[in-house]
């Protein structure tokens, strides 16, 4: 089997930055490699809806741990009940993963992931704001990120969006169009309810579950549907 490559993950400015929060979370502990990247209006958004503050020119990986040392990480689901990261995994749980985050300013259009030589195993931005979105189908690349998004577009490599915006004006909705058009992957943060979800925990899920399907990653957060639960 070929050695794994790094995922990118982008978190814009858009409402729902915990999408990218336990989207982090899972495939850390799934043992992955994560480039990181930021934008400012993502900071903001963070600091608001989850009281993280980042120093983004300064970046600490370890500024991400009170927010995840209280998460929970369960089993696959149906394989083992739910754990917390702080209880099943003692301190030493990101002591150990933070190792493999790396950390890109948003505007180093210098950094290694602005070339197609820089090889991962695709790109996720999540959330995508619609402004980053519009910038990526019309061929804007003015940060690192709409730059790496280009050039997951261009080396025909996975690229996932996932928008968080409602309603939807028909230029969004053309952009969207035009993103999948040219093949990406676009993954709305709309969360189903088949699974009887008790806790917004499970909601976010969902759709993390949905993404890690998207980047081949087997890891079953959420009970699929037609299993047989009782």
């Not at 990181?36 to 990986?61: K, Y």
């Not at 820089?118 to 019309?138: E, Q, R």
Request: glycine share 10%; hydrophobic share 40%; aromatic share 6%.
């Amino acid at each position: 089997m070929p050695p794994r490559r790094p995922i990118v993950l982008a978190i814009t400015g858009a409402s729902g930055v915990i999408y990218g929060l336990r989207l982090m979370q899972v495939l850390l502990h799934r043992g992955r490699n994560i480039e990181l990247l930021i934008t400012p209006a993502a900071r903001d958004v963070l600091r608001h809806e989850v009281g993280l503050e980042l120093n983004l020119g300064n970046f600490d990986p370890a500024s991400l741990g009170p927010w995840v040392s209280s998460a929970e990480m369960p089993e696959p689901w149906g394989k083992g009940s739910v754990e917390t990261v702080s209880s099943g995994y003692g301190k030493t749980f990101f002591h150990g993963k933070m190792g493999r985050l790396r950390y890109w300013r948003f505007d180093d259009l210098n950094a290694p992931l602005a070339s197609g030589s820089v090889l991962t195993d695709g790109m996720v931005i999540c959330p995508c704001s619609l402004a980053t979105l519009a910038a990526i189908v019309h061929g804007v690349s003015d940060n690192l990120i709409r730059r790496a998004a280009e050039v997951h577009l261009k080396e025909r490599r996975r690229l996932i969006v996932v928008p968080r915006e409602t309603p939807l004006s028909a230029i969004q909705l053309r952009n969207l169009y035009l993103a999948a058009r040219h093949g990406v992957t676009v993954l709305p943060a709309m969360p189903g309810f088949y699974h009887r979800p008790s806790s917004l925990g499970e909601m976010v899920d969902f759709v993390v579950a949905r993404i890690c399907d998207h980047l081949g990653e087997d890891f079953r957060l959420v009970e699929p549907w037609g299993s047989e639960s009782e």
